[in-house]
C-alpha cells in the first residue's frame, strides 16, 4: 500500500509561484513512476507533469510547459512541482499520484493505482 500526502497548496495571485510537495510511503520510493494531475470545479482530471523514478525523464502538459517543473527528492521520497507564473487557469485541486511499478507512461495517462487527497490550489486575477 502506498500513501500518498500532498500540501502546498494556496492562494495566490497571477503571476506568483507555489511549490506543491507530496510525500510517498513506502520502499524503494525510486523505482515509483510519479505524476500530478489537477480537476478544476466542473472538470475532469487532467494531467499536469510526470517524472521517472531516478528523476532523468519528465512530461508535462502543453499548457503548463515552461511554467511548472516537477522535480524529486528520492532521499526524502518526496515529489515536488514548483509552479511559477500562474494564471487563474490553474485554479484546480491539484493530485499526487503513483505507479510503484515505475511506469511513466501509465502516470501520464491517469492509470496510477495510488493517488493522494488532493490540495487545492486558487490563482486570483
Known amino acids: 500500500q502506498v500513501q500518498l500526502i500532498e500540501s502546498g497548496g494556496g492562494l495566490v495571485e497571477a503571476g506568483g509561484s507555489l511549490r506543491l510537495s507530496c510525500s510517498a510511503s513506502?520502499?524503494?520510493?525510486?523505482?515509483?513512476?510519479m505524476g500530478w494531475f489537477r480537476q478544476a470545479p466542473g472538470k475532469a482530471r487532467k494531467f499536469v507533469a510526470a517524472?521517472?523514478?531516478?528523476?532523468?525523464?519528465?512530461y508535462y502538459a502543453d499548457s503548463v510547459e515552461g511554467r511548472f517543473t516537477i522535480s524529486r527528492d528520492n532521499a526524502k521520497n518526496t515529489v515536488l512541482l514548483q509552479m511559477n507564473s500562474l494564471k487563474p487557469e490553474d485554479t484546480a485541486v491539484y493530485y499526487c499520484?503513483?505507479?510503484?511499478?515505475?511506469?511513466?507512461?501509465?502516470?501520464?495517462?491517469?492509470?496510477?493505482?495510488?493517488w493522494g487527497q488532493g490540495t487545492p490550489v486558487t490563482v486570483s486575477s
Open positions: 513506502g520502499r524503494p520510493f525510486s523505482t515509483y513512476a
Open positions: 517524472i521517472s523514478g531516478s528523476g532523468s525523464s519528465t
Open positions: 499520484a503513483a505507479d510503484p511499478a515505475g511506469d511513466t507512461i501509465v502516470v501520464v495517462h491517469g492509470g496510477s493505482a495510488y
